[in-house]
């Protein structure tokens, strides 16, 4: 099936340690997101990628590192310097060339530190 | 700053009543308009999109929009809901440009009583 693939589900950090989240897709999407999604506050994009190699900062970057080395793959890097980490983290990608806008969603993270 | 408005946090119906979501947004440019729906344990997915044409637009399982340009709005309706509409709604603007990046509102959350 194609889809977005987002791992862990859940996983616990401790403060000051930097975490990883995964997120792979096989719809041949060139464009991939981060958001986070917090209880009355919607959805916030903390970065995106149109293409392989490039990426640029959403409205909540600070604290957050991103790398698009492969077009299936856009890692999230929690780093000790996100303030307030616990959140729900949601990956999504979408076509580029027919700017449709539609996004495909993944089943998210749920990230918490204790 | 661009910004979407959806100013039902919480909605309670019973089955069969009328629905009407409000959503607004604050942009004078060309938009596209979405709502997307978060089932509970489930991935968020698009519930229906205005891009151009017929400013009423039908979406999956009875739901529809209307794109109201003078009013910045895009209300998400449906005649009858059912038990199984119970989840979070929210309403996402993309922006006249190159991205397909998305503004979203803080959600709705509908809860159907049977």
């Known amino acids: 099936d194609g889809g977005i693939t987002q791992s862990p589900k859940y996983l616990f950090r401790k403060e000051g340690q930097n975490v990883t989240l995964s997120c792979e897709q096989n719809l041949n999407h060139d464009a991939m997101y981060w958001y986070r999604q917090d209880p009355g506050q919607g959805l916030r994009l903390i970065y995106y990628s149109q293409i392989v190699n490039d990426f640029q900062k959403g409205d909540i970057a600070e604290g957050y590192s991103v790398s698009r080395e492969k077009k299936e793959s856009f890692p999230l890097t929690v780093t000790s310097a996100q303030k307030n980490p616990t959140a729900f983290y949601l990956c999504?990608?979408?076509?580029?060339?027919?700017?449709?806008?539609?996004?495909?969603f993944g089943e998210g993270s749920r990230l918490t530190v204790l | 700053a661009q910004s979407v408005s959806q100013h039902n946090h919480h909605v309670i119906l019973s089955e069969a009543a009328s629905l009407e979501l409000g959503c607004n947004y604050s942009y004078g440019g060309t938009v596209n308009l979405f709502w997307y729906v978060q089932y509970p344990g489930q991935h968020l997915q698009l519930l229906l999109k205005?891009?151009?044409?017929?400013?009423l637009v039908k979406g999956i399982k009875g739901f529809e929009a209307e794109f109201i340009k003078s009013k910045f709005s895009f209300n998400l309706r449906k005649p009858s809901v059912q038990w199984s509409d119970t989840a979070e709604y929210f309403c996402?603007?993309?922006?006249?440009?190159?991205?397909?990046?998305?503004?979203f509102g803080t959600g709705t959350l509908l809860a159907v009583q049977p």
């Open positions: 996402a603007v993309k922006l006249g440009g190159a991205t397909n990046k998305l503004i």
């Open positions: 999504a990608s979408s076509t580029q060339g027919g700017l449709t806008g539609e996004l495909f």
């Open positions: 205005y891009f151009s044409g017929d400013p």
